[in-house]
């Protein structure tokens, strides 16, 4: 039972506070479900119990939102492992789990159904793993509360009721999928349409079959969509709101999307540890949605240590890691995540991310925040996407490298300098070398996989 390797300090602290830990439980909120109540039944009779974790490994398709309330039904662990993964990723993940049950989704086990719902919202809900961008993926650990917290939140956030659509082609194995795909819909009535992967085309059909009103994800989604042959304004009219968070949201991006779509585009910000703690708001005007990655959302506390790292605490923060050097390493004594993100906040409390802690390129002893060289590329009316990364340099250290994705123009070094320089941006931080890519590589949160990019320069180096 993974719960004895963690002290949920935090969520005793909500708790004492007055939070939302003392309403219905995670799989309360979500409803009453007869396939639910009788794969939940199956669990039970194959002898998981409270406390075991239960693992699977597929794509999106309705049996995952099965699997994950069935495990919450009777106070199952839920660890899905993304269905991406090699084989022998896949097997290290679910060896560090030890899982009481492997699930084979085209067989969900059925049995007496299970009517009551299990309501100790402390008790692990999920192991999220993350993405891998900054290394190798984590084991994130969210409670009951803290994803039944999330998902009530951003239903009022976002003004979702049943009359709206949700696509969902993130995978139900991360937070996005899970909280976007699942929970949030569960406790709108919204209806979720699943994408099993990514296809700009097929996701051009789905909204214009489906009427689908809402979608989040990273911006290499909605840029391949708006690119995508046969897209037309009048094909994507059901979509009110999207909602676009990662790198490269940039303030041009927004507004191009904005034009696009005929909705609300706005940016966000969270991660697998702290899921969406800031953005906009349904009530709040659109003045910062194109600027801002949004302000805090809820009881979501956001502040700045000295170096400008973002420091995270709230309900819906999660409570450690499966490592718990990790969860030392992450978390203060006063609660606080630390994220990593650099940001800026502005008195009135809008937030803005300029880059990683830890993605810094360091050319002749100046560091050179990733981020803000990508978004300064992205503005450019002939990239549609960018990625930033350090080259080893005897002379200087590192170098820096763009790989950019363009709309077809020409786009070089030159181009590049000058418009660098007409922003009035340093001209160290310029681009050295450009590489231009048909795609980004892209790990499977949709992030740009900086390893891959790293060994493709290095062959065309070399």
């Known amino acids: 039972m993974i719960e004895a390797t963690f002290t949920p300090a935090r969520a005793l602290e909500y708790r004492a506070r007055g939070g939302p830990w003392s309403g219905p439980s995670l799989d309360e909120r979500l409803g009453p479900d007869r396939q639910v109540a009788a794969i939940a039944g199956g669990l039970l009779a194959s002898g998981v119990s409270t406390g075991d974790v239960v693992t699977w490994r597929s794509a999106n398709r309705t049996e995952v939102a099965l699997a994950y309330r069935a495990c919450w039904r009777i106070g199952a662990i839920a660890a899905p492992i993304h269905h991406q993964l090699g084989d022998a990723e896949a097997d290290a993940l679910v060896a560090s789990l030890a899982p009481r049950a492997h699930l084979d989704l085209d067989n969900l086990p059925r049995g007496a159904p299970v009517e009551a719902p299990w309501t100790r919202n402390e008790s692990l809900a999920a192991v999220m793993f ?89 911006p290499t989604f909605f840029v391949s969509l708006m690119d995508a042959p046969g897209f037309a304004p009048a094909r994507v009219r059901s979509l009110r709101l999207v909602s676009c968070g990662g790198a490269g949201v940039t303030e041009a991006f927004v507004e191009r999307a904005r034009a696009a779509f005929g909705a609300r585009v706005k940016r966000t910000y969270g991660s697998t540890e702290a899921p969406t703690v800031a953005t906009s708001a349904a009530s709040d005007d659109t003045t910062h949605d194109a600027t801002h990655d949004g302000r805090a959302i809820g009881d979501a506390e956001l502040a700045l240590a000295p170096h400008g790292e973002l ?152």
């Not at 992205?378 to 363009?406: F, M, Q, Y």
Request: negative net charge; hydrophobic residues 45%; charged residues 20%.
């Open 130 to 218: 993350t993405s891998g961008s900054s290394g190798a993926p984590k084991g994130v650990l969210h409670t009951q509360a803290t994803l039944a917290y999330k998902a009530t939140l951003m239903r009022d956030v976002h003004g979702l009721t049943p009359d709206d659509v949700v696509l969902m082609p993130a995978p139900c194995a991360h937070i996005s999928g899970l909280l976007n795909g699942i929970t949030l819909p569960g406790v709108s009535g919204a209806r979720t349409v699943f994408m099993a992967r990514w296809d700009p085309k097929t996701a051009l059909d789905l909204i214009e079959r489906d009427s689908v009103t809402f979608m989040i994800g990273p």
């Open 311 to 462: 420091l995270v605490r709230g309900p819906e923060v999660c409570v450690g890691y499966l490592d718990r050097a990790a969860t030392t390493a992450a978390f203060d004594a006063d609660g606080w995540f630390h994220t990593g993100d650099l940001a800026t906040i502005d008195p009135g409390g809008w937030l803005t991310i300029v880059g990683r802690r830890h993605d810094v390129i360091i050319r002749g002893g100046e560091n050179i925040a990733a981020a803000e060289v990508e978004a300064a590329l992205e503005s450019h009316p002939a990239v549609r996407s960018a990625a930033v990364i350090g080259a080893p340099d005897d002379l200087l250290g590192e170098r820096v490298v763009a790989v950019v994705v363009t709309d077809g123009s020409a786009f070089d070094v030159a181009a590049a300098g000058s418009w660098f320089a007409e922003r009035g941006l340093a001209r160290y931080k310029t681009p050295e070398r450009i590489l231009i890519v048909d795609a980004l590589p892209l790990l499977t949160s949709g992030k740009p996989d900086k390893a891959a990019l790293r060994a493709r320069f290095a062959r065309a180096a070399g």
